[in-house]
């Protein structure tokens, strides 16, 4: 009987097929890791294990890969369920939305410089849209409600992304605040600046950021329900 010799598979035949959503996953994980600006093709292809030229075999170029980050993450974001009232849906999808955008701290920056509407984009406004549109608000009331609810929503997940909360930690942080914005030029911001540093630990606290998202998304809330109330008496 002849023997023949076991040739062992080299890793690159082990390695699994590159696909795009190998790619795209790849590329998450790099932007969360050292940010979207990390993501380059170059970088992809090593952490891959491929030459650059073969991505090309599957996505067209980087703003490609970035579109589907961005429906990669708005895929994570709870769609309201479309029995629920407006507000509820309007609390839901804001508060998944924080979470999720949180999680990528790089999203929020990038999904406004992205106007490609991929599937999970457009399921996710369609259903805020719907909610606004059955319960009472006009098409044009609509169109401001969801861009004031996206402007607060993802400014907000850029201020607390972007704030500096570790300066706000002690008395010396307060001093050089007060070589920066003299009490005396500038009473209201040194005032501001006084209450932060005096209430540091809590100010980063996560439950501290929470609570101020939902004093402002109350607000708006309160404020488009108003305006759908005065839309529908002029109409009457």
Do not use: C
Not at 125 to 136: C, E, K, Q, T
């Amino acid at each position: 009987m002849s023997l023949r010799k076991k040739t062992q598979s080299s890793p690159r035949s082990r390695r699994p097929g590159l696909t795009r959503a190998r790619i795209i996953d790849e590329a998450l994980s790099l932007a969360d890791e050292k940010g979207v600006d990390a993501v380059t093709m170059r970088q992809l292809a090593s952490r891959l294990g491929v030459k650059a030229m073969s991505l090309y075999n599957h996505v067209t170029n980087k703003d490609d890969i970035f579109d589907d980050l961005i429906e990669r993450v708005t895929s994570l974001i709870e769609v309201p369920a479309s029995t629920l009232p407006w507000r509820d849906a309007m609390r839901v999808r804001a508060r998944s939305a924080r979470e999720v955008l949180l999680r990528h701290p790089w999203s929020a920056a990038l999904a406004e410089s992205r106007p490609r509407l991929g599937p999970a984009r457009l399921a996710l406004s369609d259903a805020i849209l719907g909610a606004l549109r059955r319960n009472g608000f006009a098409v044009e009331l609509a169109y401001k409600a969801f861009l004031v609810l996206d402007s607060y929503i993802y400014g907000f997940v850029l201020h607390e992304v972007a704030w500096p909360t570790d300066t706000l930690d002690s008395t010396e942080s307060l001093g050089a605040i007060a070589e920066a914005v003299p009490a005396d030029s500038y009473p209201h911001m040194f005032e501001m600046f006084e209450f932060a540093v005096g209430r540091s630990d809590e100010m980063r606290s996560s439950a501290r950021r929470s609570d101020e998202f939902e004093f402002g998304l109350e607000l708006l809330l309160d404020g488009l329900e108003r305006a759908r109330d005065r839309d529908a008496a002029a109409n009457d």
